[in-house]
DNA sequence: CTGAAAGCGCTTACAG
DNA sequence: CTGAAAGCGCTTACAG
């Protein structure tokens, strides 16, 4: 509770003195450092973070910020959790602490990013959900404050970012879909402005192309990222005049939906359509035919995205010489029974 | 990005004014606070937090300490970004901001709320996950730092907390078990030391009073709050000798490990066994025959636990007369088919 | 209504 | 190796 001045006092020797042995300067007495260090851990003191951030000019706290709507908390998985936790112990190799951001519903997110650097409330962001056209990345240059963003954007400047291998995923999807025969493939993506659609609708284009089939735009449906939505893209699919004999998700709950609708119209996935979802999760472990998909190490990809984060950094990156600039995390096929039989 | 310094050199008036202006004070001219505001947005100025937080001794920031294991981590729900959700309209009203303070799965969870504690990070502390012997609770007393709990412990000091009704949920599954004429009922609780587990317990066990039913301690099975250990107490609970006819989970998802245990014994809930399970969540939506549960509505709950933390605080207090020090938060039976037809 | 000055709790050149 | 002092960016009594 008592600040630097009382633990001086009590020890008799000055503030300075005090300050150099706790944070570990050479020039201090083994004996010296020895008695604050008894006194500190007896007395409780810990520095105030605001006096030290103050003089250092650094918080030493890491700020991941979250950005999610309602649709976003009604399904949220455990992909931040796992996501949190290997950043954190990338960051803890450094006493860095992480704190999570989340940006208010209401708040529009650019707004919130700026008042949050603006505090200097954290020393370095990472930011999440991006979109395609995303000004929080203008912003945080100009600022030249480091951040890694988890995902991608068109923004025009360079930027570090680790994004899930979307692309790859989609034309993985559509080769298999491909070789079994299929020819009329539809792709679910979300009708936001997230990222990470358009990505995976380009994946899904060039790999078409490689296939010789037309990229016909009657075939992207575009809902809602949600069970609810994967419900909204069967009820879209059956009301085509043509319809498709496959279709590719871009986010996994929307299979859940998705089943429910082809069940109510007697359809059963891998036999009357073949589907695709994305991430292997545990909320999806139960459907029924068994639901091919994607598994992805959340943990790995925590590490890659914390060291990457720290290699922008001045006070760290001597440590991470080898951190890239940009990350494409890969994700490994997981077979289930949705998308048909092999032949 | 400037400093006040800066800004007030650019408007050629002094520092002060330029704080009071900017910090709604009523001594300051309206024509001056106009032309500071102007300034101040043009400059994209906002005051640092850690000069701000070192004057005024505090941070305008609440800490929402969550506390995950491995386990928690992999079965993560929208439990913790519904709260926070509603947590952070409560806050915004005066201007306060919500940061998660994730404990580390390495740290020890006392050690690292004495660190943030120490820090000064945020003014007032939300503790999760708490456990019927919980030193946080101790330390924070002592620290006289404004928090609440979501979740009680035996803790002999008064503080306030908010919780679901556990007992009330046990009470009323062994009322309607017996109803339908059950007599030998299961109960399965976390093996750790987490407070809900206890209290669910108590109101099991005092049910079974009620009811003139011995309590008989075979019946209480402990595993890990997942779905592996809905797998495991249903091993557990078939190997009894004398197998019980009903069993109440205190953690839904373990609903799902155990549906798949009983039907690979061939049994079915609802017909063979009946089971009531805890919370209604999307994970557990998909089972069959539906789980007998209980809804609640976590964005109310996020209301009163940030308004019971605000009329601890001296600045807000006046605010929230009538914040109660307690709070059980109750949940309405939502009926399935797994505790079997009705009598 | 405004300015000059003190001081919140630290860390860090600098002097000895 | 240690101490005295400056100063990080603010807010707030105080004087005028």
Redesign the interface.
């Known amino acids: 509770?008592a600040g630097i001045r009382k633990l001086a006092e009590h020890l008799d020797i000055s503030i300075g003195t005090v300050s150099r042995a706790l944070n570990g300067k050479h020039d201090v007495n083994e004996e010296t450092r020895k008695r604050v260090l008894a006194a500190a851990e007896e007395l409780?003191?810990?520095?105030?973070?605001?006096?030290r951030?103050?003089r250092q000019g650094k918080?030493n706290?890491i700020?991941l910020m979250t950005d999610?709507n309602?649709e976003?908390?009604?399904?949220?998985?455990?992909f931040f959790?796992?996501l949190?936790?290997s950043l954190?112990?990338v960051f803890?190799r450094h006493k860095l602490?992480?704190?999570?951001?989340?940006c208010?519903?209401?708040?529009d997110r650019f707004e919130y990013l700026?008042?949050?650097v603006?505090?200097?409330?954290v020393d370095a962001f990472i930011i999440t959900s991006t979109r395609r056209n995303d000004k929080r990345f203008d912003f945080l240059m100009k600022?030249k404050i480091p951040f890694v963003a988890l995902g991608r954007s068109a923004s025009a400047h360079p930027f570090r970012w680790a994004d899930l291998d979307f692309e790859g995923v989609a034309g993985f999807s559509v080769d298999r879909l491909v070789a079994k025969g299929h020819r009329r493939i539809a792709v679910v993506v979300p009708s936001s402005d997230i990222n990470l659609g358009h990505v995976f609708l380009e994946g899904y284009r060039a790999s078409l192309q490689r296939h010789g089939i037309a990229f016909n735009d009657e075939l992207v449906i575009r809902v809602g990222a949600s069970?609810q939505g994967g419900y909204q893209a069967g009820c879209e699919l059956l009301q085509l005049a043509e319809r498709p004999t496959a279709v590719i998700l871009v986010y996994e709950l929307m299979a859940?939906g998705l089943y429910r609708k082809l069940e109510e119209e007697g359809l059963l996935p891998g036999r009357d359509i073949a589907v695709i979802g994305f991430r292997e999760q545990?909320?999806t472990k139960?459907?029924q035919p068994r639901l091919t998909c994607f598994r992805c190490s959340l943990s790995d990809l925590g590490t890659g995205l914390g060291e990457m984060l720290l290699s922008t950094m001045k006070a760290y990156n001597r440590f991470y010489p080898d951190a890239p600039e940009t990350l494409i995390w890969p994700l490994t096929f997981a077979p289930g029974e949705s998308d048909g039989p092999d032949r």
């Open positions: 509770m409780g003191y810990v520095a105030n973070q605001s006096g951030s103050l918080t706290v700020g999610w309602a976003a908390i009604e399904n949220s998985d455990n959790p796992a949190t936790a954190q112990s803890s602490d992480l704190v999570m951001l989340p208010p519903n209401e708040e700026k008042r949050m603006a505090r200097h409330i600022a069970e859940i545990p909320r139960f459907l």
